[in-house]
């Protein structure tokens, strides 16, 4: 079982102050067509009012350092996926469901997908952090790249591979290094990945919610597809 993709060993769970008030730079340098028809919000079943309603919550809890979203606003699906980006689950979907999803169903413009994060340590939190440094235009592309290159940064050079990644997007070491130091940015992740477990239930990633219906993508990704 893959520590990092459980709420139980959850950097905020308990940490919340702790890891504000660490350096994390030096942790860092130290070391579907059935989708569309699955779940519409006038589902007829008899959870559909508690989902809409729970639909309408997590449209509103948006972070306090805005959404992070791709697809349009018109779109009758909603897709909202909470992710840690150590999280090797999370990696997988990105990697086998994601693309298809995305050419299926996001760029035909029938389905919206949130993007929330939901750190499960501290280093998911710092490079969450880099990512939302990087230009709102380069915010996805940072995360794929993430999840493409995870087994080389989750080892000991968290910090240089990381680096490499964000490179990518312009970003150099002066901006790296106020980025993970900046508490300003790290702490609303932590509050919005804080009121996703306590509000909605997110337990372990990633975990979606297609129009207020919860999916665990830890036990089956291909749920969201279904």
Known sequence: VDKTCSASQSYLANHKENILKQPIRRSLLVGAASLIAMRPVVA??????????????LLAAVPSLGERSLGGAAAKVVMIEYASVTCTYSAAFNETVWPGLRRDFVETGKLRVIFREFPMDKLALSASMLARCTPEKNYFSTIDFMFQRQKLWRGRDAGKQLFQILQLSGMTESQFTACVENESIGRPILESAQYARKVFGVRATPT?????????????QMAVRA
């Open 44 to 57: 007829l079943s008899q959870n559909a009012a508690s989902e809409v309603a729970t639909a309408g919550k």
């Open 208 to 220: 979606f919610f297609i129009n207020g219906n919860m999916i665990d993508g830890k036990k089956d």
